[in-house]
């Protein structure tokens, strides 16, 4: 595809993000830039569940901060701490502070564009590229 | 004369008597004083004063004279059957016994043949009503006739000592009522307490009220009950009207704002009632109030944010609707309103709708019926039998209600366009229940139900977008279940909701 950079080629990426539409959409961005997309996911729950069950590694995250009802995507965030994992977050409150542990992680504010997800996740995965194959 | 002189002697000691027990209030002396003048009086310098003890069934020695330190105010001696003492009680006269020896009516207590008494005269002192308080013993070393006129001295000596002592066992009991009382008041540090004259100035300022307010009793007495008014209610007249209710209904609410003397506010909760002698005539006002001031700054402060908090919502709701009244106008200039265009543009549509919605039901809940309702009417008329709705009041939260409203305007539009509502034939009914399953969870069942379709393969289904809004969007962060099948003669389309 014509938008694929090749740096997303393949690449596993979990979604988190409770919003369908919004969900939907990023998704098919992600795809059509030809990553693989994990997800997506509405929940905490479901999102931990995918991760212990996938048999590869991630590459990378999405993660929305508000999860509706309450629940945040921070246990999210730690358990990719944990696997060194890195991910980003997208989220619609501003007001959002985050914790020490997940400062300084990239974030983007809704609404997002498709050429700022893209150029987002690119960055993210280039900070950690692994050996040409 | 000498027995005119004895007679005056003893008039004499009768009046002594009263003048001092007129002038004392305590009990102990004038008992001791009884002693010591009727002693004198008879010449045997010994007396004493027995009180009975209900409780024990005993009798005190009160006072005395003429008797050791260890036995007034200490001895007490069962009031047996047979006892002296007893004995003249239960006559209610002067019993005299002129020698112990010889005494068979009754036995004398052992400490009084030890102490050489021989002879003694019991007098049974009556309080008002008849009851008895105890006995005036006056004994004699040596065999003695106590006469006829020492008796009725004694007897008139006795019936004024009844009332004497009868008028400071009731002081007693009042003053330490009176005392309790106090003490209580005193010690009530969270409630002001306060008395006003009949003109509502400050006569009695207890602990409480300089504890709330902060003046002391010297500065607080005299001085108008107004004081703890604040300027704003004084200006209202409102210590005015309170005392007027006082006056009138026999007690007024008193539940706001006052100043305290260093000009701070305290709000008090609490009453000012009227006080009244038994004729009517108006005494004063007795004002006790709470300091609730922490809990009324906290619920004002509840207040304040519930009101600042409503505002913001609201103003929420109106910048959620202007924006997707901007966004459609955008679409439409740009877009115009041909071909896909004409999709997109009603879809925001059915979302504008389920905003307004939402905000008509109040803040963030809006109902199954009336979501339903909208989205129909955007494309029709709803009158059976052609549309027919029916269900019971359920409401969605504002997580539901978006995904709801866009797959009810997906089913309008496909129902619109190739089913039921495509031309005059076909019939739609939508109806819907809520029940429990086993873990409780309520669920809402909506039917979506099209009959009367020609159906003709391959049209009466839309498909793409359209459709994974029904089957998906519903499902993904809601778990609801949606089944969407092409029946007989028109889609029939169930959704299964959880509610929150």
């Known amino acids: 595809m014509s938008e694929a950079t090749g740096l997303l080629v393949g690449r596993r990426i979990l979604l988190v993000e409770d919003e369908f539409m919004i969900a939907d959409t990023m998704e098919e961005w992600l795809r059509r830039a030809s990553a693989e997309v994990i997800g997506p996911v509405p929940s905490v729950k479901q999102a931990l569940e995918l991760i212990e069950g996938e048999a590869e590694a991630l590459d990378g995250a999405v993660l929305d901060v508000n999860l509706g009802r309450g629940e945040t995507a921070y246990p999210i965030a ?6 060194g994992v890195p991910y980003l977050f997208a989220t619609g409150d501003v007001r959002i502070i985050d914790r020490p542990t997940h400062q300084g992680r990239p974030r983007l504010n809704k609404p997002i564009s498709r050429a700022q997800l893209l150029r987002a996740v690119e960055s993210l995965l280039a900070s950690r590229l692994p050996p040409a194959r | 004369m000498l027995d005119f002189a004895r007679i005056m002697l003893r008039q004499q000691v009768l009046a002594d008597f009263g003048e001092f027990a007129l002038r004392s209030q305590d009990l102990d002396k004038i008992l001791a004083e009884a002693c010591r003048l009727v002693g004198d009086a008879l010449g045997t310098g010994r007396s004493k004063i027995l009180e009975i003890q209900h409780k024990e069934r005993s009798l005190l020695v009160r006072a005395g004279v003429g008797w050791d330190p260890g036995i007034v105010g200490q001895l007490r001696m069962p009031m047996e059957e047979h006892s002296s003492e007893t004995f003249a009680i239960e006559a209610g006269e002067p019993v005299v016994t002129q020698d112990i020896s010889k005494e068979e009516r009754f036995d004398v207590p052992p400490f009084m043949k030890e102490a050489g008494v021989v002879a003694l005269v019991n007098v049974p002192i009556l309080l008002p009503g008849g009851r008895a308080y105890g006995l005036l013993q006056v004994d004699d070393l040596k065999v003695r006739d106590f006469g006829e006129d020492e008796t009725q001295f004694l007897r008139t000596y006795a019936a004024i000592l009844g009332p004497v002592i009868d008028r400071l066992l009731m002081a007693r009991t009042l003053y330490s009522s009176e005392e309790r009382f106090r003490l209580t008041v005193e010690a009530a540090l969270d409630y002001a307490i306060f008395l006003s004259d009949p003109q509502d100035r400050i006569t009695d300022w207890l602990p409480g009220a300089q504890a709330v307010f902060g003046w002391t009793a010297e500065e607080a007495v005299g001085q108008p009950s107004a004081i703890i008014f604040t300027p704003e209610d004084r200006e209202r007249r409102q210590d005015q009207w309170e005392i007027e209710t006082a006056c009138q209904e026999g007690v007024a609410p008193n539940v706001r704002w006052h100043v305290r003397k260093d000009g701070s506010r305290v709000f008090i909760e609490g009453s000012t009632r009227a006080l009244r002698d038994p004729d009517g005539t108006l005494r004063g006002f007795l004002k006790i109030g709470q300091d609730v001031t922490e809990r009324r700054r906290s619920e004002e402060q509840l207040r304040e944010n519930a009101a600042r908090l409503e505002v913001l919502v609201a103003e929420l709701q109106h910048r959620s609707r202007n924006l997707l009244g901007v966004i459609t106008s955008v679409a439409y200039k740009t877009l115009g309103e041909e071909g896909p265009a004409a999709g997109f543009l009603a879809r925001l549509q059915a979302l504008s709708r389920a905003q307004g919605l939402l905000s008509e039901f109040g803040s963030d809940t809006a109902e199954v019926g009336a979501l339903v309702r909208a989205e129909l ?5 709803i009158s059976p039998p052609k549309v027919a709705l029916s269900g019971p009041r359920v409401l969605l939260t504002v997580r539901q209600v978006q995904n709801f409203s866009l797959a009810i305007h997906e089913l309008a539009t496909n129902a619109v366009k190739y089913g039921a509502l495509r031309d005059g034939t076909g019939q739609l009914s939508v109806t819907w229940t ?6 409780s969870q309520r669920r809402l069942f909506l039917d979506w139900t099209e009959s009367g379709v020609d159906v003709q393969p391959g049209k009466v289904i839309r498909r793409g977008y359209g459709r994974q809004l029904i089957e998906r969007a ?27």
């Not at chain 2, 809520?434 to 873990?439: A, H, K, P, R």
């Open chain 1, 78 to 83: 730690d358990r990719l701490n944990e696997l």
């Open chain 2, 474 to 500: 519903l499902s993904y962060a809601l778990h609801a279940k949606t089944e969407f099948v092409l029946g007989e003669d028109g889609v029939l389309c169930r959704i299964q909701l959880p509610l929150e």
């Open chain 2, 434 to 439: 809520v029940s429990q399953d086993e873990t």
């Open chain 2, 377 to 381: 009417e955007a494309h029709t008329e």
